[in-house]
């Protein structure tokens, strides 16, 4: 199994702001090893799945997406 994080661009504004994860499942590898980092990401990671592949040869591919949160300071540049 194969994990690629895609981290959000910079140039889009914050409401639009997502990190993505793909899982890609080889053939060789059961389903169930598939589901449980699936499960594991959604339930521990914040993350939503949003698209699956399936190729012809048996591989998957997984997409999981989160919502990417800025911190603002509110300290108002006092240097602490």
């Known amino acids: 199994m194969l994990q690629e994080l895609i981290k959000a ?3 889009l504004n914050n409401d639009d702001r ?14 169930h090893v598939a589901r449980a ?3 594991e990401h959604s339930d521990n990671g ?3 799945h949003i698209r699956t592949l399936r190729y012809e040869g048996g591989a ?3 997409w999981m997406r989160r919502k990417v949160i ?8 006092s240097g602490l």
Do not use: C, M
């Open 9 to 11: 661009p910079l140039h």
């Open 18 to 31: 997502y990190e993505y994860l793909v899982i890609t499942s080889f053939p060789a590898e059961s389903k």
């Open 37 to 39: 980092a699936l499960r």
């Open 46 to 48: 914040k993350w939503e």
């Open 60 to 62: 998957s591919k997984y």
């Open 70 to 77: 800025r911190v603002v300071s509110t300290l108002g540049g």
